[in-house]
């Protein structure tokens, strides 16, 4: 019979009760809670069938910031898709907005997001086709819509100039994310990035105290510092080459002879924020340079934004999509440029 040091003995029996603790109050979190249970939170997969992102078919499932930022409920329809429409009835008449997370409205409410309040602003119905994609994604969600039955005529692109521009031509077949290179980071930030991650889809007790730490301005700046609270001045992209610009400009240009396309721009926050200002500005200007050089149809919500004197305003406080405002903005946006457009008679 092994005998453990009385120190051992206790050190374990500490651990084990520490372990029993956690556990318990996790479920105990879980049960008196239930919207900080991951379980229930917004989640995609991969469509084997046609390699595109998509919700749960059917699911009604939480999008939650632990900062507060934002708390809704999404839900997916039969094609996995959130809208309350189902695009197998979309018409000609009709107008589609495909694009990524800022499209597919993270962290707002389905009656919130621009496709939402440009329908209520025109009148004219919108099917909303956005998910966690990148250009290869918009171009494969409107073959899946129109494979569904929808008729697709008017086509708003929502392009994301974080991470939307890419060199498509040498490897077409990959994500954008794959293509992208982040700023590399140190081998401790990586760690705790993957231990976030790992207690945020496991950990309803996590949410519950980052949630309470984050309201403590104290507790907040160690977080920051320690690589557990990212600030919306840290952002990696929205400066693609030459070469990006011109590829990405060109797939674009392909797709308008298949759509009646506008193309609306989603400024990088670099822009506003980060060391990388000019630099970020400079891509943002050669890439709608670019587009409207090839005669494309091109609504950049930079100038529209900076004419408002507080561009930063329409993010939200801790999480770089829009907020509610955000969206009105861009739904007005569109809503006067396609003025014209939408009044033509069918």
């Not at 469509?47 to 900062?67: C, E, F, M, V, Y």
């Not at 919306?232 to 992209?237: F, K, P, R």
């Amino acid at each position: 019979m092994i005998v453990f040091p009385p120190v051992l003995s206790r050190f374990v029996l500490i651990v084990a009760a520490s372990a029993f603790a956690l556990l318990v109050s996790e479920y105990s979190v879980r049960l008196a809670v239930p919207k900080y249970d991951p379980a229930g939170h917004i989640a995609f997969f991969v469509d084997p069938a046609t390699g595109i992102q998509l919700g749960k078919p059917n699911s009604k499932t939480r999008q939650i910031k632990n900062s507060g930022d934002y708390d809704v409920e999404v839900v997916f329809n039969r094609h996995g898709l959130r809208d309350s429409r189902d695009v197998a009835n979309g018409r000609a008449e009709n107008l589609y907005v495909v694009g990524d997370s800022f499209a597919f409205g993270w962290g707002v409410k389905q009656d919130e997001r621009f496709s939402s309040v440009l329908e209520n602003l025109t009148g004219r119905q919108v099917y909303n086709i956005a998910t966690t994609e990148n250009f290869d994604g918009y171009e494969r969600l409107l073959a899946y819509s129109a494979g569904q039955g929808a008729k697709i005529r008017d086509v708003i692109l929502a392009i994301n100039m974080i991470d939307d521009v890419q060199d498509y031509g040498a490897a077409s077949k990959k994500t954008a994310r794959s293509l992208a290179k982040p700023v590399p980071e140190p081998p401790v930030a990586i760690t705790l990035q993957r231990v976030k991650q790992f207690l945020i889809t496991h950990s309803a007790l996590y949410f519950l105290a980052t949630s309470a730490i984050g309201s403590i301005d104290v507790l907040r700046r160690v977080l920051i510092r320690l690589g557990f609270v990212k600030t919306l001045n840290a952002v990696t992209g929205g400066r693609p080459g030459d070469l990006a610009v011109r590829s990405t400009a060109d797939r674009i240009l392909a797709l308008s002879k298949r759509y009646n396309l506008t193309v609306m721009l989603i400024p990088s926050r670099g822009i506003w924020v980060g060391g990388n200002r000019q630099a970020t500005a400079d891509a943002h200007t050669k890439f709608g340079d670019e587009l409207r050089r090839r005669g494309l149809a091109v609504i950049d919500m930079r100038s529209v934004m900076e004419a408002t004197g507080n561009p930063m305003g329409f993010h939200f406080l801790n999480d770089g999509h829009w907020r509610p405002r955000g969206h009105a903005l861009a739904a007005q946006t569109l809503a006067d440029k396609l003025k014209l457009r939408l009044q033509r008679p069918e």
